[in-house]
């Protein structure tokens, strides 16, 4: 037999009451459970809905449906880690090395041209613009923060804290004249820190994307069974 809509909405309410807030993962266990479900009542004509239902969630056993929220987390992570870091190596590659080298060597240049106090302002204006940039994306993409797969995207975003720190820490530290292949040694680690930032930040932001783009699949798909 096949499940009416009432009958989905019905399951999906079960699962909500179990605890489980994100609608992606709501929608996997229903596959599960609605396909369960019609397997029982189709084997046991005299099985009634709310039975089948109850059934279904004790073959989970102790666990009950959390098992498949764990394969779905555990999903998502490796899937969303695998495109950062591909996007992140990338830039390494033949294709954008040449840009890479170029925006360390500006920054390099930059803290020769002008003092450490004005380095640190010109440093300090554009880590507040990330941070801007950071809230008005949370902001505009709120309706996601309902979805694993969102949250799951956007969780390398959460890491560009601890860099800006270290990154701060480095530009304060008093500047030294010891040299590494004629380079200020200082002025050297800001500049990969700045540019590993940077390329960090980027491949971040492309990866929170994919999650959207994913998360608004799945909202449409949504729409059907509610």
């Known amino acids: 037999m096949n499940l009416i809509k009432e009958q989905l909405e019905q399951i999906r309410?079960?699962?909500?009451?179990?605890?489980?807030?994100?609608?992606d993962v709501q929608m996997e266990i229903l596959d599960h459970v609605a396909s369960?479900?019609?397997?029982?009542?189709?084997?046991?004509?005299n099985l009634n809905f709310e039975d089948a239902i109850t059934e279904t969630h004790e073959a989970f056993g102790t666990d009950g449906f959390a098992v498949i929220q764990k394969s779905v987390v555990d999903g998502l992570k490796k899937k969303y880690s695998k495109f950062f870091w591909q996007n992140f190596r990338n830039y390494?590659?033949?294709?954008?090395?040449?840009?890479?080298?170029?925006?360390?060597?500006?920054?390099?240049?930059?803290?020769?041209?002008?003092?450490?106090?004005?380095?640190y302002t010109i440093y300090l204006v554009g880590m507040f613009g990330v941070v801007g940039l950071l809230l008005l994306y949370n902001l505009k993409d709120s309706i996601y923060k309902k979805y694993m797969s969102y949250k799951s995207s956007v969780?390398?975003?959460?890491?560009?804290?601890?860099?800006?720190?270290?990154?701060?820490?480095?530009?304060?530290?008093?500047?030294?004249?010891?040299?590494?292949?004629?380079?200020?040694?200082?002025?050297?680690?800001?500049?990969?820190?700045?540019?590993l930032f940077v390329i960090y930040f980027i491949a971040a932001l492309k990866t929170a994307k994919v999650g959207?783009?994913?998360?608004?699949?799945i909202m449409d798909k949504y729409k059907l069974v509610v």
Do not use: C, W
């Not at 309410?13 to 609608?23: A, D, L, N, T």
């Not at 369960?36 to 004509?45: C, H, P, R």
């Not at 480095?170 to 680690?189: D, G, M, P, W």
């Not at 959207?212 to 699949?217: D, F, G, V």
């Open 212 to 217: 959207m783009r994913e998360s608004k699949h």
């Open 13 to 23: 309410s079960f699962i909500q009451q179990k605890g489980f807030k994100y609608i």
């Open 155 to 195: 969780s390398f975003l959460m890491f560009l804290g601890p860099f800006l720190v270290i990154t701060n820490m480095a530009i304060n530290k008093s500047v030294t004249a010891v040299k590494i292949f004629s380079l200020n040694r200082s002025f050297l680690i800001v500049s990969v820190l700045i540019t």
């Open 36 to 45: 369960s479900v019609e397997e029982k009542m189709d084997a046991d004509q």
């Open 92 to 119: 390494f590659g033949y294709k954008y090395i040449i840009l890479v080298l170029f925006l360390g060597f500006i920054v390099y240049k930059l803290q020769e041209i002008v003092n450490n106090d004005d380095f």
